[in-house]
């Protein structure tokens, strides 16, 4: 028999033990300095953000009784983020006149199954959960379906051939804001979520997750700013703003 180690690893919001080949290497990172005041640095960066107006200026355009979507990473990942970024996306919303009730929370499920309102609960806390969640039935926590059709729009084909059926709210919100992690990606660079896999649907998911472009050679291991991957996932974000004719304002951590 293989001799084996057991390892710490992370899983969701703790720590678990897995059993690994002994010489399997682990490589230990050391974290970065935290920021002192994580709210304050989400604010300035929302109010002043890289080649897009602030998001104040974008709220104050929205029309009396509009319709806002924050989409965001789905349960999956670390929840910090969203805990810290929701109610500063809020604070700016308020300030332009955009009630709570006009707001909702989308989660950018991408292939992954729906969550419940207890998940959701556990992920963003009582504060941000009651927010959005009140006593009665009008929950504004939503889950992006992949399989659903009454819940996606087909918007176009790409240049490159990507099938670009994605989630209505996109169309109907008259302001979306996502709000992602960006992370190392073992492909090389960074990746993230974003609406491009997170409201995706089954088919379109396959122009970015599929054997032609995920083992494409100019895919894994590339530069981030000229691989294949990346290409598809901006190709689709502009036939995505193209279709809807409105930009999507993302809050990433």
Not at 76 to 94: D, S, Y
Not at 204 to 224: F, L
Request: glycine share 8%.
């Amino acid at each position: 028999m293989a001799r084996t180690k057991e390892i710490s690893a992370d899983y969701f919001d703790k720590k678990i033990i897995i059993t690994v080949p002994a010489d399997t290497v682990t490589p230990k990172v050391t974290p970065p300095k935290l920021l002192d005041d994580p709210v304050a640095a989400a604010k300035k960066a929302i109010l002043n953000p890289i080649g897009a107006p602030s998001l104040s200026e974008v709220a104050k355009k929205v029309p009396k009784g509009g319709k806002v979507v924050i989409g965001h990473d789905d349960l999956t990942r670390p929840a910090l983020p969203r805990k810290i970024m929701i109610p500063v996306i809020m604070e700016v919303l308020n300030e332009a006149g955009i009630k709570d009730e006009q707001v909702f929370l989308l989660s950018g499920n991408g292939n992954h199954p729906k969550w419940s309102q207890n998940q959701f609960r556990k992920y963003f806390g009582e504060e941000i959960y009651k927010r959005f969640a009140p006593d009665g039935s009008a929950s504004r926590l939503l889950n992006h379906d992949c399989h659903d059709p009454k819940g996606l729009t087909f918007m176009g084909v790409t240049e490159l051939g990507d099938y670009v059926e994605y989630n209505s709210l996109l169309t109907e919100a008259d302001l979306f804001i996502y709000s992602g992690t960006i992370v190392t990606s073992n492909w090389g660079g960074l990746t993230g979520t974003g609406i491009i896999i997170g409201f995706a649907s089954s088919r379109s998911m396959a122009s970015t997750h599929g054997h032609p472009v995920v083992h494409h050679p100019e895919s894994c291991h590339g530069d981030p700013r000229t691989m294949y991957y990346r290409k598809h996932k901006e190709i689709i974000h502009a036939q995505i703003e193209k279709f809807t004719g409105k930009r999507v304002f993302y809050v990433d951590a």
